[in-house]
């Protein structure tokens, strides 16, 4: 599946590592996002949806993304480390088609604005990869 990851590919290549085994040490953070209530009758909106927790790589909605009904939009900003994060490769899959989503790159803000196409539950993605520092083996 393509993860938008193709500036770690050309880094490989520029710098003589292509066909080189690489390690992959990774962590990932997630959010999730629960509605208590009917919609539409008691369902508080989820106040804190676009709160920044500071993970070193986040995706921050720019409205509850639990009051986007099919049809509508939702803009996530991408942050890196805090800091807006250009070019990543940003998708959502609905729960029943759990293939991965062509996605949309974010723009120099870090912002991507993904359309939601049906109502139900949706996962937003994306895989952020940097250089590893040198690990030491004793």
Do not use: C
């Given at each position: 599946?393509d993860?938008?990851?193709?500036h ?26 629960v ?18 927790f ?23 900003k991408?942050l ?23 996605g ?20 937003v ?8 520092p ?5």
């Amino acid at each position: 599946a393509d993860e938008g990851l193709d500036h770690v590919t050309a880094w490989r290549k520029e710098h003589g590592e292509p066909a080189k085994a690489g390690i992959e040490p990774y962590s990932r953070a997630v959010k999730s996002f629960v509605r208590v209530g009917t919609p539409g009758r008691d369902a508080r909106p989820a106040a804190n949806s676009g709160r920044v927790f500071g993970f070193p790589f986040e995706l921050v909605p720019e409205r509850d993304p639990l009051s986007v009904k099919a049809g509508e939009s939702l803009v996530v900003k991408a942050l890196v480390d805090g800091k807006a994060a250009e070019g990543l490769l940003v998708g959502a899959m609905h729960k029943g088609d759990l293939k991965n989503s062509d996605g949309k790159r974010t723009d120099a803000d870090g912002r991507v604005e993904l359309k939601f196409d049906r109502p139900g539950v949706w996962l937003v993605h994306a895989v952020q990869m940097r250089r590893a520092p040198a690990l030491t083996h004793s």
